[in-house]
């Protein structure tokens, strides 16, 4: 008889075993979202930003051998990856001129950086809904902590807290945005 | 030390941020500075870090789509049947993945083609942001000018002169506040040396170094204080293309600006 043990089963210890390889669609259903509205932010186009997420996803796959998650989490990990891919697909973008009709073109996204907004985008990305809703609402739609209130419902103690938080998480996910050449 | 629960400096930071502080929650915010002078730290590093935001313009909320999942989905399926599956559509094929090097998780990454990174190594993103956008500031309460007046080496020259202090006059400002301010010119750019009384407290203002086509250089932001500030600010344009330096309000009002020699 064979018997294998499992997280939560009794024999399971994690001082003892690696931590689960790379299980690509469970991967997929926890940070596909937060992958996709990277991807859908920084390209501000939906078709070619679910191509970057496809593409990541096929890169991890094919690397899953090369993971080893007592390294890195798998989403961090992951965005690691689509990073690059959206920074090709926005490099490659950007060199091919098309032309479209109007009601096609994806929008403009205006920046002095354009890579620097990308990598706000990612920060942003990985944060939690609430605490990047809240910093979305306060420093880039231009509500009062008030008038969000009012909307959200939540005291404005509560989302000073919070917007103080996000930023803090946002400044951390930005120092460990890929310096890889 | 302060004695706040950390929950209620965030929320005095947080607020002064946005520009958002009642008058009770400036002084408030004033004592804590005081206190403790890792607030005014944070405060420069976070003001710098929003004041890039607005470049995000919105975000849109998505989920994946079904056809997504599914082609997602296909992966492993078709990796079972062909070893080399298709990539997307959009983009180019995939190479073999490499092997991981060393311990960093960004060194598992498949290969692909060459990439530029977001930013050279060891630095990130922050830190660029705040090269170009931080202000080092510390209440001296009476006294104050010690950052300003402190001795920074022999280096001594006409203005332009790498790592001289070169005195600069602030023109402007109203007859209650007083401002003391230098240059030092850098080879990655222009630092400006603030020594501020009578600002109102707990009011945010911006320095701006003005270059000689007239573009603005955003140095960083400072909150006005009941005592002395030092404030070092950083400007990414070199001296010889500055013409001016001038400190606003976050609304845009002109408090005072010093006009500086061409060199």
Redesign the interface.
């Known amino acids: 008889m064979t018997i294998v043990a499992t997280p939560g089963a009794a024999g399971w210890s994690p001082m003892s075993e690696r931590p689960p390889a790379f299980d690509?669609?469970a991967a997929?259903d926890e940070h596909?979202?937060s992958l996709?509205?990277f991807a859908?932010?920084a390209l501000r186009d939906?078709?070619?930003?679910?191509?970057?997420?496809?593409?990541a996803?096929?890169?991890?796959?094919?690397?899953r051998?090369?993971?080893?998650g007592e390294?890195?989490?798998v989403r961090?990990?992951l965005f690691?990856?689509i990073?690059?891919?959206v920074?090709?697909?926005y490099?490659?973008r950007a060199r091919t001129p098309q032309l479209v009709p109007q009601h096609d073109a994806p929008e403009p996204?205006?920046?002095?950086d354009p890579?620097?907004?990308?990598?706000?985008?990612?920060?942003?990305a990985q944060l939690s809904?609430p605490h990047?809703?809240a910093?979305?609402a306060?420093?880039?739609?231009g509500l009062?902590?008030q008038e969000y209130s009012q909307l959200t419902g939540v005291p404005v103690?509560t989302l000073?807290?919070r917007?103080?938080?996000a930023?803090?998480a946002?400044?951390t996910a930005?120092?460990?945005?890929?310096?890889?050449? | 030390m302060n004695d706040l629960e950390p929950d209620r400096r965030a929320e005095l930071i947080a607020a002064a941020l946005s520009g958002e502080l009642t008058p009770e929650e400036g002084a408030e915010l004033d004592a804590l500075r005081v206190a403790d002078p890792s607030v005014d730290a944070e405060f420069a590093e976070l003001s710098a870090l929003v004041g890039g935001l607005p470049a995000v313009e919105r975000w849109d909320d998505v989920a994946p789509s079904a056809a997504l999942a599914a082609r997602i989905a296909a992966i492993d399926a078709d990796d079972a049947d062909a070893p080399a599956p298709a990539a997307a559509p959009g983009l180019a094929a995939v190479p073999e993945p490499a092997p991981a090097p060393d311990d960093r998780a960004d060194a598992q990454l498949p290969s692909a083609a060459p990439v530029t990174p977001i930013r050279s190594s060891r630095r990130g993103l922050r830190p660029l942001l705040l090269l170009v956008g931080a202000a080092a500031c510390v209440a001296v309460g009476l006294g104050g000018g010690a950052l300003l007046t402190a001795p920074r080496g022999a280096v001594e020259g006409p203005p332009g002169t790498l790592g001289a202090i070169e005195e600069v006059d602030f023109a402007g400002a109203p007859a209650s506040v007083d401002i003391d301010g230098a240059l030092v010119a850098h080879t990655w750019g222009t630092e400006t040396v603030l020594t501020v009384e009578g600002l109102a407290r707990g009011a945010a203002f911006t320095v701006v170094v003005v270059g000689e086509d007239g573009a603005e250089y955003e140095s960083g932001t400072f909150l006005g204080s009941a005592v002395p500030i030092d404030c070092r600010l950083n400007a990414a344009v070199l001296r010889e293309d500055v013409a001016a330096v001038a400190i606003r309000s976050l609304e845009g009002g002109q408090i005072a600006v010093a006009e500086v020699p061409s060199v």
């Open positions: 690509l669609r997929f596909g979202p996709l509205g859908v932010n939906r078709p070619l930003a679910e191509d970057c997420v496809q593409e996803f096929l890169r991890a796959w094919r690397a051998e090369s993971f080893d390294r890195g989490s961090t990990w690691a990856i990073r690059r891919v920074l090709d697909a490099r490659a996204v205006t920046s002095t890579l620097e907004r990308i990598g706000i985008v990612d920060g942003l809904a990047r809703d910093v979305v306060i420093h880039v739609s009062s902590y103690a000073r807290t917007v103080f938080y930023l803090r946002l400044r930005l120092d460990e945005v890929d310096p890889t050449p």
